[in-house]
């Protein structure tokens, strides 16, 4: 069964203070990793998606990156309107299913 | 971008009554829509997936009876939660997969909260 954990639950930053979001997860065949931003009472909106290993993508300051057993969601200098829960999911071979995490609560405090 | 829209964004509902929400796209074909239902603090679980033309394909423990899927075309589907009661007050989400991208998930709608009193 695909399983995905994301750490830490919730994380508060300084205005600017750069900082990393973890989603480590097991599948049997990985089609595809999500990186998704969900603000209170609105669906998810989509980042990122990574395919293999090595594979980074940026988006402002926002960056993630993919190895065979985790991915990271880099953070540079965030501001407050980063302030949201980011959410992780990943998508097996055999099937068209999403697995999420529980997600990560971000505060960015002016 | 793709723009998946939602309806309604919140309902309150009495015990044992009906509830529909819709899930749009609204500037592409849709061939599959997935719903699921978040609860608080935990993660989006997959309810079903739905095919354009086709009966949905419902996860395991959730009552196709009692979530009434229908995908009768390529922009629309729709969830109807039937005698509803307080246990189904969550936060209920679609997602549309464009014709030609195989991304499961990458178009959500806002959501709808569900209360049923």
């Known amino acids: 069964e695909d399983q995905v954990t994301q750490s830490p639950e919730a994380l508060r930053l300084q205005e600017g203070e750069s900082s990393s979001l973890n989603c480590s997860y097991t599948v049997s065949g990985l089609r595809g990793l999500f990186w998704y931003r969900q603000d209170p009472g609105k669906g998810p909106e989509f980042l990122f998606t990574?395919?293999?290993a090595g594979e980074e993508k940026e988006k402002e300051r926002l960056k993630a990156t993919l190895t065979k057993k985790e991915s990271f969601l880099h953070i540079t200098a965030p501001k407050p309107e980063d302030s949201a829960t980011y959410l992780c999911a990943v998508q097996n071979f055999g099937n068209e299913k999403l697995t999420f995490g529980t997600g990560t609560r971000l505060t960015i405090i002016p | 971008g793709a723009v998946v829209s939602q309806h309604p964004s919140w309902v309150i509902c009495k015990s044992g009554t009906s509830v529909k929400i819709e899930c749009r796209s609204l500037d592409f074909q849709a061939t599959t829509m997935f719903w699921y239902r978040q609860f608080p603090k935990q993660s989006l679980m997959l309810m079903a997936t739905?095919?354009?033309?086709?009966?949905?394909?419902?996860e395991q423990g959730v009552e196709k009876d009692k979530f009434l899927i229908n995908h009768a075309s390529l922009t629309l589907s729709t969830l109807t939660v039937t005698s509803a009661h307080p246990e189904d007050s969550s936060f209920y989400i679609c997602s549309a997969r464009e014709v030609r991208n195989s991304a499961p998930g990458a178009f959500f709608g806002q959501g709808t909260r569900l209360t049923v009193v």
């Open positions: 990574l395919y293999s």
């Open positions: 739905s095919n354009e033309g086709s009966k949905a394909t419902y």
